[in-house]
């Protein structure tokens, strides 16, 4: 029977890898064998990936799969756990949030032709790091619609 797992969790998050990669695969990219991957998977378990090794897995998931599961694991805790006051950023008036949403969406209209172009890193297809820089701007521009919606909602 599996066990259940914390969502967001660095236990979740190491079964995810352990899943995609197989757990020989995955244990081979940090040096160690797939009993290591389970018992990092493992809720009952105390022992997890160093900080180093939760990067290198993160890195070759995100080439593989595009997402980097110890990452959004750490980012969702610490959201969590941090005081109001550091989760919050500071929000302007409504139209001067409004004017960055152009901003952004401009910066992601050029990367996205950055990454079509022939000569780019991916070529014709789109590379993993390019990828990466995407999401990454798309995230970004969804802080600025997440600062519109809350400078109105302060209006």
Avoid: C
Wanted: charged share 30%.
């Amino acid at each position: 029977m599996t066990k259940p797992r914390e969502p967001r969790s660095f236990e979740e998050a190491a079964l995810e890898i352990a899943r995609n990669f197989g757990a020989a695969e995955a244990g081979k990219i940090v040096d160690r064998g797939p009993a290591t991957l389970r018992h990092w998977s493992d809720p009952d378990s105390d022992g997890r990936p160093s900080i180093h090794q939760a990067l290198r897995l993160d890195v070759e998931h995100a080439k593989s799969w595009g997402t980097t599961p110890f990452l959004q694991a750490y980012v969702a805790q610490l959201n969590e756990r941090a005081p109001a006051a550091m989760r919050s950023r500071k929000v302007g008036d409504l139209l001067s949030e409004a004017m960055d949403v152009p901003v952004g969406t401009g910066e992601l209209i050029a990367l996205l032709k950055d990454v079509h172009l022939p000569h780019s890193e991916g070529g014709k297809k789109i590379s993993a790091a390019e990828r990466a820089a995407v999401q990454k701007q798309l995230k970004r521009l969804r802080d600025e619609i997440d600062d519109v919606e809350a400078a109105l909602k302060k209006s």
